[in-house]
């Protein structure tokens, strides 16, 4: 692929003198040299005041008017139960029919998330709004937000950047991490890992079945990195398919950006896309020039601040 100069156009503010000189000065970050190999470190911040996750009483009041989750109930079925009185589990739990399987399902709620999720994982996809309400077992200390730039779409290629946001209060940081050779990748896994101890949760846009497999393939292919306990394992809020069904047949297009627009009524300016990713890190390897690692930093931590953004208005919508 041949690579377009004009690229660097759409990112750069042409009167914007001091960013100019910076991309073709030096790196945006922390270089760090270790084991013969450099990567940089990029940590920016923004406060985001009133954030906050849905309460749990929110979560078990529509989980408990869910009537879909009673085996063979679906809307045209749960319109006719609700005809005959019935107008939430406990009301089924009261009724011969229902009883034992209402007050099984009930029953979850007084014991743990896993209980919850295997009741939910025999009813519904996890795209269905219960599933993102289990944010209310959370505090946002304990997500991590996280988005991959890669070479190819293909596990056997390698990672350029990981970037990962958390919460500190009403302070949110993403830290980045980018390679700045080939070799550079085992030692950004190993500093994405540092972020991970005492987080229960992932945050990600189709990080369910791309982001968090693909990192995990990259440990997976170096065997030796340790990482507290298992990626996979860890509960996902993948707000790719939330945004699906929430905004369900109202867009063509849940591209994150496209959300962006449609939804948050924001457009970035001077961004790449994802797809260039590739090319601007091997001009890079290849110049040294600083100018072309930028817009991938950029790219990534705007895709970052897009996902808090996003779970607010996901949040707005669906916790009436």
Same mark, same amino acid.
């Given at each position: 692929?041949?690579?377009?100069?004009?690229?660097?156009?759409?990112?750069?503010?042409?009167?914007?003198?001091?960013?100019?000189?910076?991309?073709?000065?030096?790196?945006?970050?922390?270089?760090?040299?270790?084991?013969?190999?450099?990567?940089?470190?990029?940590?920016?911040?923004?406060?985001?005041?009133?954030?906050?996750?849905?309460?749990?009483?929110?979560?078990?009041?529509?989980?408990?008017?869910?009537?879909?989750?009673?085996?063979?109930?679906?809307?045209?079925?749960?319109?006719?139960?609700?005809?005959?009185?019935?107008?939430?589990?406990?009301?089924?739990?009261?009724?011969?029919?229902?009883?034992?399987?209402?007050?099984?399902?009930?029953?979850?709620?007084?014991?743990?998330?896993?209980?919850?999720?295997?009741?939910?994982?025999?009813?519904?996809?996890?795209?269905?709004?219960?599933?993102?309400?289990?944010?209310?077992?959370?505090?946002?200390?304990?997500?991590?937000?996280?988005?991959?730039?890669?070479?190819?779409?293909?596990?056997?290629?390698?990672?350029?950047?990981?970037?990962?946001?958390?919460?500190?209060?009403?302070?949110?940081?993403?830290?980045?991490?980018?390679?700045?050779?080939?070799?550079?990748?085992?030692?950004?896994?190993?500093?994405?890992?540092?972020?991970?101890?005492?987080? #229960? %949760?992932?945050? @990600?846009?189709?990080?369910?079945?791309?982001?968090?497999?693909? /990192? *995990? $393939?990259?440990?997976?292919?170096?065997?030796?990195?340790?990482?507290?306990?298992?990626?996979?394992?860890?509960?996902?809020?993948?707000?790719?398919?939330?945004?699906?069904?929430?905004?369900?047949?109202?867009?063509?297009?849940?591209?994150? #950006? %496209?959300?962006? @627009?449609?939804?948050?009524?924001?457009?970035?300016?001077?961004? /790449? *896309? $994802?797809?260039?990713?590739?090319?601007?890190?091997?001009?890079?390897?290849?110049?040294?020039?600083?100018?072309?690692?930028?817009?991938?930093?950029?790219?990534?931590?705007?895709?970052?601040?897009?996902?808090?953004?996003?779970?607010?208005?996901?949040?707005?919508?669906?916790?009436?």
């Amino acid at each position: 692929m041949e690579f377009d100069h004009n690229f660097l156009n759409k990112f750069k503010a042409p009167s914007d003198k001091k960013r100019e000189k910076k991309q073709s000065s030096e790196l945006p970050g922390e270089v760090i040299s270790r084991n013969n190999v450099k990567f940089l470190v990029t940590t920016n911040s923004k406060e985001f005041r009133g954030f906050g996750l849905p309460e749990r009483d929110i979560f078990n009041r529509v989980y408990n008017h869910t009537l879909e989750l009673l085996y063979g109930v679906r809307d045209k079925k749960a319109g006719k139960i609700l005809a005959d009185g019935i107008k939430n589990l406990t009301d089924a739990a009261g009724h011969d029919r229902f009883r034992e399987e209402a007050g099984f399902i009930l029953s979850a709620l007084e014991k743990d998330l896993h209980s919850i999720k295997e009741v939910l994982s025999s009813r519904f996809s996890a795209s269905h709004r219960l599933y993102y309400l289990l944010l209310s077992f959370f505090k946002p200390e304990e997500l991590l937000f996280v988005d991959i730039e890669t070479k190819s779409l293909f596990f056997e290629t390698s990672i350029i950047e990981i970037g990962a946001g958390y919460f500190e209060g009403s302070k949110f940081t993403v830290k980045q991490f980018t390679c700045l050779t080939d070799a550079a990748e085992y030692e950004i896994l190993e500093e994405f890992g540092k972020l991970l101890p005492g987080k #229960k %949760a992932f945050v @990600t846009y189709n990080g369910r079945t791309f982001d968090i497999p693909f /990192i *995990d $393939g990259r440990i997976s292919y170096y065997g030796g990195i340790s990482f507290p306990g298992d990626l996979m394992e860890l509960h996902n809020f993948d707000l790719l398919h939330f945004s699906r069904s929430c905004y369900k047949r109202e867009f063509d297009s849940y591209r994150l #950006k %496209a959300m962006e @627009t449609q939804v948050l009524g924001k457009e970035r300016e001077g961004d /790449i *896309d $994802g797809s260039e990713i590739q090319i601007y890190f091997e001009n890079y390897v290849r110049s040294q020039d600083p100018k072309y690692i930028e817009p991938i930093i950029y790219h990534n931590r705007e895709d970052i601040y897009a996902l808090v953004m996003l779970m607010e208005r996901l949040t707005e919508r669906w916790i009436v």
